[in-house]
């Protein structure tokens, strides 16, 4: 990486540090090492380790100011940079016009600090992002026109002051929209159906569907406090009126108050794809109680455990608000149901008074200590990505180890690749899709959490679950017990003693990406699918690797084969040789924009 590129970086994170210059916090950034050779913490560079494609600095304290002037002015950096993520620091200031030179720039993340001042309009010239997040800061003033961004795909501004009204959008192109508690005025913009009340609320100014106040009873109130001063009193009808009004006022006043308390709980809360359901499974119990029950997570079922010694220690809730109140007891006296019994337990679908559906983990062999495995879920619960489905709850003590997560209602990858009918859905694109949607948040996770050591240890295609809107969402991330996460659960490999827990996972991860190539079972008839790939390759009879359904669309086979070579690469014997999960997650996103791009050029 060049010099002028090492200077800049740096003097850009001593501004984030520190709005005083006292503290500095890049001991792991210094001029005498090189960013993408030397691994600088937050920085993911390309394959070729020589640009810097991503800066991922969330949760560090940096209480400094964002200068994005200097890192976008300069071009060595504007030309790679894809990722820029600083949520949930404490870094005030405002974003500066020179934003608008990072035109590479895919995901802008600036959630969750103290920044200030108007948006630069300069944001409508990010072409290529997909991801915008100014939610939970200070920023007022107008919103720019974002509307000719057309790969937006989500955009977060909740709480902030921002006000005027809210410019059209591409509301289809749209999967997450949310300006709620705001300052936001006058009608929404046609949103076809695609959002819901709950991203529009708490801005009482506004007005039209999807919220209950509609623009004609705002334009109605005017004119009706127009000629009731040009008259003596109020007649009857218009008493009836205004009374009609007030209610409904009062109804509304009501619902943002209750919205506000509830906002200053969710502030915090990181928005998760996987978090959707248990909002709307809580009112969808008609469905759920219909469901069978094979048997029940009763104190009989937790034989080894004593009745009292699990009422004696309480559930540790962890996703607040969602599972605030629940309590031990509920998922005891609730009907479970028996999923499946897998190398880390047995899991149970337990449904809850409220409605709500979960699933129960209850663990086997985890050998370590209470306090260990207390502090392995205080620490996944610290790092979170969007698509690792988080825990909601766990209880420990000598006995038991039970994890609660949301039961997820569209089955697993393993389901829709291998179950009957075959879903014709699921075409190349969406494969292509969702194996870079996993490869990012692996990439994540082994980021945040290479220090602890904690990889997902059983990364499978049947823990890849999908959510309500067909999006992937990991499961089980890191509650393999670590011993258990260390030995190599894959014949062959090469290595003298453990290989590493996160080589295991890109192992996992291109045994998964085979099947999604091939469609087929990991094991079949005795033959392993691994071997299986590699022979025909080396036969050089390539083409008869891939799932026929995809030869049938046909899907660029040149992107195949592209995939195809990361899966091989990642399923190399010798743990060392794999690619790391950043490196394999860029790769990928590369095949997907090159078949992105030829979509566009199709069409
Ligand atoms: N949160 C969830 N919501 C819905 N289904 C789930 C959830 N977690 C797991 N499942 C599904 O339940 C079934 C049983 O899960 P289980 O974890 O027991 O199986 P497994 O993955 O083979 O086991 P293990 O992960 O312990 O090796 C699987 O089909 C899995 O896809």
Request: a negative charge; hydrophobic letters at 35%.
């Amino acid at each position: 990486v060049e010099e002028e590129v090492k200077t800049t970086l740096i003097s850009f994170l001593e501004k984030l540090s520190s709005s005083n210059g006292q503290q500095n916090n890049t001991t792991f950034w210094t001029q005498d090492t090189d960013p993408c050779k030397d691994s600088w913490e937050g920085v993911v560079c390309d394959p070729s380790k020589e640009h810097v494609r991503s800066l991922l600095l969330d949760r560090h304290n940096f209480s400094g100011t964002l200068d994005a002037a200097m890192l976008c002015k300069l071009q060595p950096l504007s030309d790679y940079l894809t990722v820029l993520s600083v949520d949930g620091n404490n870094i005030s200031g405002g974003i500066a016009f020179e934003v608008g030179n990072c035109t590479h720039l895919t995901h802008l993340i600036v959630s969750g600090n103290q920044l200030s001042g108007g948006l630069p309009s300069s944001l409508a010239m990010l072409n290529n992002l997909k991801r915008l997040d100014i939610s939970n800061n200070n920023f007022s003033g107008e919103l720019p026109n974002l509307s000719r961004i057309s790969g937006l795909n989500v955009f977060f501004a909740q709480n902030n002051h921002l006000s005027g009204q809210i410019p059209r959008f591409d509301f289809s192109n749209l999967a997450r929209f949310n300006v709620s508690f705001n300052n936001f005025s006058g009608p929404i913009p046609y949103v076809g159906g695609h959002f819901f009340a709950d991203s529009f609320i708490g801005n009482p100014e506004l007005c039209g569907n999807p919220l209950p106040k509609n623009c004609s009873s705002l334009a109605l109130d005017e004119k009706t406090e127009e000629t009731e001063e040009s008259k003596d009193g109020p007649s009857k009808d218009q008493i009836l009126m205004y009374s009609g009004y007030a209610a409904l006022g009062l109804i509304v006043v009501l619902f943002v108050i209750f919205k506000l308390c509830k906002r200053k709980k969710t502030e915090k809360k990181v928005d998760s794809v996987c978090d959707l359901e248990a909002t709307h499974n809580v009112t969808d119990k008609s469905s759920i109680v219909s469901s069978e029950y094979k048997g029940g997570l009763s104190k009989s079922e937790l034989s080894g455990t004593s009745e009292s010694g699990l009422a004696s220690q309480s559930l540790i809730v962890v996703a607040r608000p969602v599972a605030d109140d629940l309590k031990f007891e509920d998922l005891l006296r609730a009907p479970a149901e028996l999923l499946g019994r897998g190398k880390n337990g047995s899991l149970y679908k337990v449904v809850l008074d409220n409605g709500m559906v979960v699933v129960v983990k209850r663990l086997k062999d985890w050998t370590s200590s209470s306090h260990e495995f207390k502090q392995r879920m205080e620490r996944l619960n610290q790092v979170k990505h969007s698509i690792v489905l988080p825990h909601l709850a766990f209880y420990t003590s000598k006995q038991e180890k039970l994890l609660v997560y949301e039961y997820q209602h569209n089955g697993s990858l393993f389901k829709l690749l291998h179950g009957t009918p075959k879903s014709k859905a699921f075409d190349w694109t969406k494969r292509l899709g969702l194996a870079a949607a996993v490869a990012d948040a692996l990439a994540y996770m082994h980021q945040e959490l290479g220090e602890d050591g904690i990889a997902h240890g059983n990364l499978k295609s049947s823990n890849i679950l999908l959510n309500i809107n067909m999006e992937p969402c990991i499961s089980e991330y890191g509650i393999t017990a670590i011993d258990d996460q260390n030995s190599s659960s894959f014949a062959g490999s090469v290595d003298a003693g453990a290989p590493d827990a996160f080589k295991t996972d890109v192992y996992a991860f291109g045994v998964i990406l085979l099947e999604l190539l091939t469609g087929k079972l990991v094991k079949s008839d005795g033959v392993d699918l691994t071997d299986w790939v590699q022979s025909v390759v080396r036969e050089e009879w390539t083409g008869e690797v891939f799932d026929r359904f995809l030869i049938s669309e046909y899907a660029s086979e040149e992107r195949m084969v592209n995939l195809l070579q990361v899966a091989i690469k990642c399923i190399n014997r010798s743990a060392e040789a794999r690619p790391s999960m950043n490196q394999v997650s860029l790769v990928i996103n590369s095949i997907k924009e090159e078949e992105e791009k030829s979509l566009i050029y199709e069409a």
